[in-house]
């Protein structure tokens, strides 16, 4: 397991991995484009230190339980104006979800034109970018949802 974790990231657990990190971006670059279309988030989670597991951290943290509460509203907010999850949405739908303004057109062809996206890079985006607008409770879909949601697409830029 360390293997493949210090292989799919650069936070080294204990230094086990001795590749470079032009190796990892390598070996990265293999795994195929339409494989990464259907993945909506490209996270690198870093690791969590001993004070944070045990609870002793002093930084305020949001439980599992105040997390699952805003997920539930999000989805109900979903439901209410939609009749299911953005996750549901067929392309026509979700056209009619994400009305960008000019900015966050400009800033969508410039994702797609830099990352190569394809029409189903491009819905995900759209998604999930509706997803991050329902998160914050905000009825329109805007340049900072869209920004965050290219930003998840972390693995499309490494292999540009």
Same mark, same amino acid.
């Given at each position: 397991?360390?293997?493949?974790?210090?292989? =799919? &990231?650069?936070?080294?657990?204990? $230094? !086990?991995?001795?590749?470079?990190?032009?190796?990892?971006?390598?070996? /990265?670059?293999?795994?195929?484009? @339409?494989?990464?279309?259907?993945?909506?988030?490209?996270?690198?989670?870093?690791?969590?230190?001993?004070?944070?597991? #045990?609870? %002793? !951290?002093? +930084? @305020?943290?949001?439980? &599992?339980?105040?997390? /699952?509460? /805003?997920?539930?509203?999000?989805?109900?907010?979903?439901?209410?104006?939609?009749?299911?999850?953005?996750?549901?949405?067929?392309?026509?739908? =979700?056209? !009619?979800?994400?009305? =960008?303004?000019?900015?966050?057109?400009?800033?969508?062809? %410039?994702?797609?034109?830099?990352?190569?996206?394809?029409?189903?890079?491009?819905? *995900?985006?759209?998604?999930? &970018? *509706? #997803?991050?607008? $329902?998160?914050?409770?905000? @009825? +329109?879909? #805007? !340049? %900072?949802?869209?920004?965050?949601?290219?930003?998840?697409?972390?693995? $499309?830029?490494? *292999?540009?």
């Amino acid at each position: 397991m360390t293997f493949l974790y210090s292989i =799919l &990231s650069f936070n080294f657990v204990f $230094d !086990s991995c001795q590749d470079t990190p032009e190796q990892i971006i390598k070996y /990265r670059r293999k795994i195929s484009g @339409p494989l990464l279309d259907r993945i909506d988030c490209h996270l690198e989670v870093p690791a969590v230190n001993f004070e944070a597991l #045990t609870g %002793q !951290s002093p +930084e @305020p943290f949001e439980t &599992s339980a105040i997390v /699952r509460e /805003r997920v539930t509203a999000c989805q109900q907010s979903q439901l209410a104006r939609q009749g299911c999850l953005n996750a549901h949405l067929t392309v026509k739908q =979700l056209e !009619s979800q994400v009305i =960008l303004d000019t900015a966050a057109q400009d800033l969508l062809k %410039q994702a797609v034109d830099r990352l190569g996206l394809s029409a189903r890079g491009y819905h *995900r985006l759209l998604r999930m &970018s *509706r #997803t991050l607008a $329902d998160m914050a409770q905000q @009825p +329109e879909v #805007t !340049s %900072q949802h869209l920004a965050e949601a290219i930003s998840y697409r972390a693995m $499309d830029m490494e *292999r540009r």
